[in-house]
């Protein structure tokens, strides 16, 4: 699970290789994700009951199909703390998590939520496991954005990790109630995630704010179930 992470400096000269982010918000962009979303979902209930996360896996590809086509860019669509929360520019946080540059980190976060969602959207259900993915989208977006305000305002972070995470640390507090044997298997991951947390090009902060706030959700959702 990687994010990639984009500099963008406005203080910084432009020059025709650097194009400074559009300002102008693509409302048309997120409607058609909107409904896009709805119809790959109502589709793929004839092929498999998990079509939440099919379809969400499904509207990441189509975005990544639209910037390889240079419809829209990673500067057009990724999240900072400059762009998303100073100059007011929210939706970013909705369409970085949507947004990948490159096959393999688009292949990777895939092949990452098709293995670990569907557990969860058995679980709680197809709308309850939506609501809270866009929820983990939204309130780990936004605060990782935050987090970078005094260190790194201008990097641009795209890609769907912070919520798989938030999806994992979810799945991991619900196995640790009901099978905490099971947990010795998410060892290799966290491993993983440590070690990525190194790297210049990894979202670290999205990553383990996104796996914290799935560990909170997750301690929520069992004691509200067993009340």
Not at 58 to 77: A, H, P
Not at 134 to 139: D, E, G, R
Not at 154 to 161: D, K, N, P, R, V
Not at 183 to 194: A, D, E, G
Request: proline letters at 4%; a positive charge; charged letters at 15%.
């Amino acid at each position: 699970m990687t994010d990639k992470i984009l500099k963008f400096d406005p203080n910084r000269k432009q020059n025709n290789q650097t194009k400074q982010p559009k300002d102008t918000t693509p409302w048309s962009l997120i409607a058609a994700m909107v409904i896009l979303y709805i119809s790959l979902e109502y589709i793929l209930r004839y092929v498999t009951e998990y079509t939440v996360t099919y379809a969400l896996a499904g509207v990441n590809c189509v975005i990544f199909l639209l910037i390889y086509k240079k419809k829209f860019t990673v500067n057009e669509l990724g999240s900072s703390y400059y762009l998303s929360i100073k100059n007011n520019q929210n939706y970013r946080i909705l369409t970085s998590a949507f947004t990948h540059e490159h096959p393999l980190h688009l292949l990777f976060n895939m092949y990452s939520l098709s293995n670990i969602a569907p557990a969860i959207e058995s679980y709680l259900g197809k709308h309850t496991f939506l609501f809270i993915y866009m929820f983990f989208v939204i309130i780990g977006g936004g605060l990782s954005a935050m987090l970078k305000k005094r260190k790194k305002p201008y990097t641009l972070s795209i890609g769907a990790s912070g919520a798989i995470c938030s999806v994992l640390g979810l799945l991991m507090v619900l196995i640790g109630f009901y099978q905490p044997g099971r947990l010795i298997n998410f060892v290799p991951t966290m491993i993983i995630l440590l070690i990525m947390s190194f790297s210049d090009r990894i979202d670290s902060i999205g990553h383990f704010s996104g796996l914290l706030i799935g560990i909170l959700c997750g301690i929520t959702i069992f004691v509200i179930r067993m009340q």
